[in-house]
């Protein structure tokens, strides 16, 4: 099984940045696509950004332009490097990976992470 864990969350004013990261541990075969997702308080866990094994990205259209999802292959590590953060952003970050990208992002079983916490002030 995959173990992934995310770093880099935290408190940030509107307009700053934060860089998100996923470090994969174990058996990452089969796990040909990998995301973030996030959700907030009272929300249904929503995709943010996708990646699939040839690079191929996909985003939220609340977030494209502003997030960016990479992988280092070498250091088995994802990333979401996030920009011009809003307020709406403030919400728990999952990395995720399963076998398939359906629509640009993780679909079926899938692998999580503990997640890391966004918080956006205004």
């Known amino acids: 099984q995959v173990q992934l864990v995310e770093s880099g969350g935290g408190s940030v004013q509107a307009g700053g940045s934060l860089r998100l990261s996923c470090a994969a541990s174990?058996?990452?075969?089969?796990?040909?696509?990998m995301g973030w997702f996030r959700q907030a308080p009272g929300k249904e866990r929503e995709a943010v950004a996708g990646?699939?094994?040839?690079?191929?990205?996909r985003y939220a259209d609340s977030v494209k332009g502003r997030f960016t999802i990479s992988q280092d292959i070498a250091k088995n590590t994802l990333y979401l490097e996030m920009n011009s953060l809003k307020s709406e952003d403030t919400a728990m970050y999952y990395c995720?990976?399963?076998?398939?990208?359906?629509?640009?992002?993780?679909?079926?079983?899938?692998?999580w992470g503990q997640g890391t916490q966004v918080t956006v002030s205004s």
């Open positions: 990646i699939g094994s040839g690079g191929n990205t």
């Open positions: 995720a990976a399963s076998e398939w990208c359906t629509g640009g992002y993780p679909f079926g079983s899938k692998s």
């Open positions: 174990g058996s990452i075969y089969g796990r040909r696509c």
